[in-house]
């Protein structure tokens, strides 16, 4: 697994939007996952698995961001990005961005500890 650097974080309002920043040239996998967690205040370093893109290009969402959030990467510019829309208040969290050679599903969605991932980006959400 490797920490890429992430950027875009801020503070809005619920309803608004935010896309969060990273950039992917930290490896040189050729079947790969790249992903985006959360780490809420108040749970500890635990990083939750918000969405994930593999090397074909497919998508997967956790079910609180399904509709609201899109993952996309830009491979010409070795960056990956998370628009997030439709922000609430309960997106409020410090956001990382990693990658590693797992199956996306798998991965993502496991048991994720953010202890030594480096800074993150903070998303504020106000009601």
């Known amino acids: 697994q490797v920490q890429l650097p992430e950027s875009g974080g801020g503070s809005v309002q619920a309803g608004g939007s935010l896309r969060l920043s990273c950039s992917t040239s930290?490896?040189?996998?050729?079947?790969?996952?790249m992903g985006w967690f959360r780490q809420v205040s108040g749970k500890g370093r635990e990083g939750e698995g918000v969405a994930a893109i593999d090397n074909l290009g497919v998508t997967v969402y956790a079910d609180s961001v399904k509709g609201r959030f899109t993952i996309s990467e830009d491979n010409a510019k070795n960056m990956l990005y998370l628009q997030m829309d439709n922000l609430q208040p309960e997106d409020t969290a410090l956001y990382f961005c990693?990658?590693?050679?797992?199956?996306?599903?798998?991965?993502?969605?496991?048991?994720?500890?953010?202890?030594?991932w480096g800074q993150g980006t903070q998303v504020t959400v106000s009601s």
């Open positions: 930290g490896y040189t996998w050729t079947s790969y996952c």
């Open positions: 990693a990658a590693d050679p797992a199956p996306c599903a798998e991965w993502v969605f496991g048991h994720h500890l953010t202890e030594g």
